[in-house]
């Protein structure tokens, strides 16, 4: 059974960049996509972008140009950095993946982490 | 960008009896390789969302056959034949078919 465990701050001031993990366990991260996407009570489910493990992104545009994706594979591991936060990016952050061009959904999905933007 | 439209907002149902879900897309989400680019999402309460349906009409691996999605171009159905307790929730469609990828903004399924 594949797991995903996002981690890292939940609280984040505003102007400075989220930085979150995702951990994967129980198979190798190679030869998927991975995505994050995010949830508040405002906009519902937002999906922020997604990553290939051999390069390539797909990103929303309402986002793109905060938005920094990367996998380590030596760690089987995925990143998503978002910068410039408002209060706006406060929502529960969920990792989740793909298998690509072979599209089955988004099949597996992490157990998300709150993340708020404050002061 | 596409937008995923589904009603009803809330559902109460009955235990036994079925119920259906419809999600409507602002453009056709049909690919040319066949496949209708839409899945269905069910998020039960504090728990992350779990895939039921892909490509319109594909069971994920697990998922009660009692679970079934149908439609093509911009309408979509997710029919539940004999709806259960552990049914609850709120259920989600999503089109992965162009960027950027996006929801619906729920049904929430609830016992009568």
């Known amino acids: 059974q594949v797991q995903l465990q996002e981690s890292g701050p939940r609280l984040v001031k505003p102007s400075e960049t989220l930085s979150l993990i995702c951990s994967v366990s129980?198979?190798?991260?190679?030869?998927?996509?991975w995505n994050w996407i995010r949830q508040s009570a405002e906009k519902g489910l937002e999906w922020i972008g997604r990553?290939?493990?051999?390069?390539?992104?797909n990103y929303n545009p309402s986002l793109e140009s905060r938005v920094t994706m990367s996998v380590d594979t030596s760690k089987n591991q995925f990143s998503l950095k978002l910068t410039s936060v408002t209060a706006a990016d406060t929502a529960v952050y969920y990792c989740a993946r793909d298998r690509g061009g072979q599209y089955e959904g988004l099949d597996y999905w992490g157990q998300g982490i709150l993340v708020t933007v404050s002061s | 960008d596409i937008v995923m439209t589904q009603s009803p907002v809330s559902l109460p149902v009955t235990p036994g009896e079925p119920a259906s879900i419809s999600c409507r897309s602002s453009?056709?989400?049909?690919?040319?390789?066949?496949?209708?680019?839409v899945d269905w999402y069910l998020q039960k309460p504090g728990q992350s969302p779990q895939l039921l349906i892909y490509?319109?009409?594909y069971r994920a691996s697990g998922v009660s056959d009692r679970f079934s999605g149908s439609g093509s171009g911009t309408d979509f159905t997710l029919e539940i034949s004999r709806v259960e307790a552990e049914d609850v929730g709120v259920y989600y469609c999503?089109?992965?078919?162009?960027?950027?990828?996006?929801f619906g903004q729920g049904t929430k399924v609830e016992i009568k």
């Open positions: 990553r290939y493990t051999y390069g390539g992104n």
């Open positions: 453009q056709s989400l049909l690919h040319n390789n066949g496949y209708n680019y």
């Open positions: 999503m089109q992965p078919l162009q960027v950027p990828w996006a």
């Open positions: 490509l319109g009409s």
């Open positions: 129980s198979d190798s991260i190679s030869r998927y996509y």
